[in-house]
């Protein structure tokens, strides 16, 4: 067995020594000239850097509808996730001893339904909670949408190159409104991040309105795109 591992370093010592000595001093140049063609070009070569995060748009607060009194529903327009004006009429209840009282929207927004069981009840109890409405966004209006960035902030992001707004895809909508960052604290906050505030586009705000309806509170996802920066720019700045 020794005999062997012998006669194979043996033969190892030979091929080595019978390579010209030209050949393995430029195989090992060329390998070295190549590892710093790619870090010079990973140096000057740009590249994007992108995070995304969760915001809400809008900061108008939600309205909440009760029932003033318990009575048997005689009119029930509460169908689920809608549209509804200011002045529409939500129920109809017949209370005993009492005429009809109606049950007014007080504001136009976006119906949430906390309890899903009132779309078919008979009954209202005095103070349940029927509806939460939600404020429609204008978007002939600029609106703001604020987020938390759990992570390093990003240099000069403020001139970020490319910032959108997307909302969830349970919307069945994948239109990303282009936006931009207002501001960004350099300070997190405990739990939550740096806060940032973005604000979309008009023209995007209005092609998303078109999609989807847009309402107060709504979550989204941003997603920021920096400018173009090398590794060297990055070690400068």
Not at 50 to 55: E, K, W, Y
Not at 120 to 146: C, E, Y
Request: aromatic share 8%.
């Amino acid at each position: 067995m020794e005999q062997e591992i012998e006669i194979k370093d043996s033969f190892n010592h030979d091929a080595l020594d019978k390579t010209p000595t030209w050949i393995m001093k430029w195989g090992v140049l060329t390998v070295l000239l190549a590892i710093i063609a790619l870090l010079c070009l990973a140096a000057i070569i740009p590249y994007d850097q992108t995070i995304s995060f969760p915001v809400t748009i809008g900061n108008d607060k939600a309205t909440y509808v009760t029932a003033d009194a318990s009575g048997n529903v005689e009119v029930n327009k509460l169908t689920g996730a809608q549209q509804v004006k200011k002045g529409d009429t939500l129920l109809v209840v017949s209370a005993p001893e009492q005429l009809k009282r109606y049950v007014i929207s007080p504001c136009t927004g976006y119906t949430i339904h906390s309890n899903n069981q009132l779309f078919n009840t008979n009954q209202v109890k005095a103070g349940d909670t029927l509806a939460t409405i939600l404020p429609i966004i204008d978007p002939l209006f600029k609106v703001t949408a604020v987020g938390y960035y759990n992570g390093q902030l990003p240099q000069n992001l403020l001139h970020s190159a490319k910032v959108f707004i997307k909302l969830p895809e349970t919307t069945g909508n994948n239109f990303a409104a282009e936006s931009r960052i207002l501001y960004a604290s350099l300070i997190a906050e405990a739990g939550k991040g740096h806060m940032v505030m973005l604000t979309p586009e008009s023209n995007s705000l209005k092609k998303l309105a078109e999609l989807a309806p847009l309402y107060h509170g709504m979550k989204a996802t941003a997603t920021v795109i920096q400018k173009q920066r090398s590794i060297l720019q990055w070690i400068f700045d």
